[in-house]
């Protein structure tokens, strides 16, 4: 079962649209899915949007009434997916903007990547137009972010929402917390922080390309330099540190490859070059 994890605030111009286009593409891709949406409490016509593919979609949709915030919601998410979930090593979480900003027809790549072995899996989404300048600044220090949250330098966007993880991966990131929460954070900074919980349990990291169509946006940015700089500080003065005890076996070390374009079967078409094969000491 793939779980689809769609966080939304305030997305009333985009998110029907998304939804359909999800339809759309799990239709042809022939897997057993359920669409988990919450609605953090939007004061738009957002619940209005959504409602009727409940009609037509194997669609729970959750709403809060006040707003918590991106990272609450996507934490929310999580354990919903988990309390649902019947098989965590087999069934799958993909997390999403509501924005329509990520395009769903990069999920059959995602998943089958996952089927492939791979316990999590990152879509790099390239820059383009109307990409904060700040948060393309914080791209080019992912290094640096890596080697002080334990993520590995290899992962190219540790700040991409879209991806999709193991949810066996997930249980055992809530085990190792001692079943608190991942995510403290409200905004971007949220993404990096359940990375950091989850990217030592993960035996295989591997990527995606895709585009960031910010031009499909339909309200103004949310994107806040001084408040991301803020949690960015607190996350790394009390970095997250899972613990290794929850992984089964002995440890082995992990492979993080570069990026790959999707093709309609979702196959690799870039190779890797050099010898190098992203193993990272663990």
Not at 58 to 85: D, I, M
Not at 95 to 115: C, G, H, N, R
Not at 188 to 215: F, H, K, M, T, Y
Request: glycine share 8%; net charge positive; aromatic share 6%.
């Amino acid at each position: 079962m793939i779980y689809i994890c769609i966080p939304a605030y305030n997305e009333a111009g985009t998110a029907g649209v998304l939804l359909w286009k999800i339809r759309e593409v799990m239709s042809e891709f022939a897997r057993d899915y359920a669409i988990l949406l919450l609605d953090d409490a939007s004061t738009d016509a957002t619940a209005e949007a959504v409602a009727p593919y409940a009609r037509v979609l194997p669609l729970t949709v959750v709403r809060h009434r006040e707003r918590l915030g991106y990272g609450a919601s996507l934490e929310e998410l999580l354990r919903l997916a988990l309390s649902k979930c019947t098989h965590p090593k087999r069934d799958v979480a993909v997390t999403m903007q509501a924005d329509f900003s990520e395009d769903p027809a990069l999920l059959p790549a995602l998943v089958k990547t996952i089927e492939g072995g791979a316990d999590l899996v990152i879509a790099v989404m390239a820059g383009g137009e109307g990409v904060p300048r700040t948060l393309a600044w914080l791209r080019r220090a992912r290094r640096w972010l890596g080697r002080r949250l334990k993520i590995p330098a290899h992962i190219s966007d540790p700040f991409s929402g879209y991806r999709a993880v193991r949810l066996v991966t997930v249980k055992r990131a809530y085990e190792s917390a001692g079943g608190g929460p991942l995510v403290r954070h409200r905004g971007w900074v949220a993404n990096l922080e359940w990375l950091a919980r989850v990217a030592p349990l993960c035996r295989r990291i591997e990527e995606q390309s895709g585009a960031l169509r910010r031009d499909r946006l339909q309200r103004p940015g949310r994107f806040r330099p001084w408040a991301l700089f803020g949690d960015l500080v607190r996350l790394l003065a009390r970095p997250p540190r899972p613990s290794r005890a929850v992984l089964p076996g002995p440890p082995s070390g992990m492979r993080v490859r570069p990026a790959v374009r999707a093709g309609d079967d979702g196959r690799r078409t870039e190779r890797m070059k050099g010898s190098g094969r992203g193993r990272v000491r663990r």
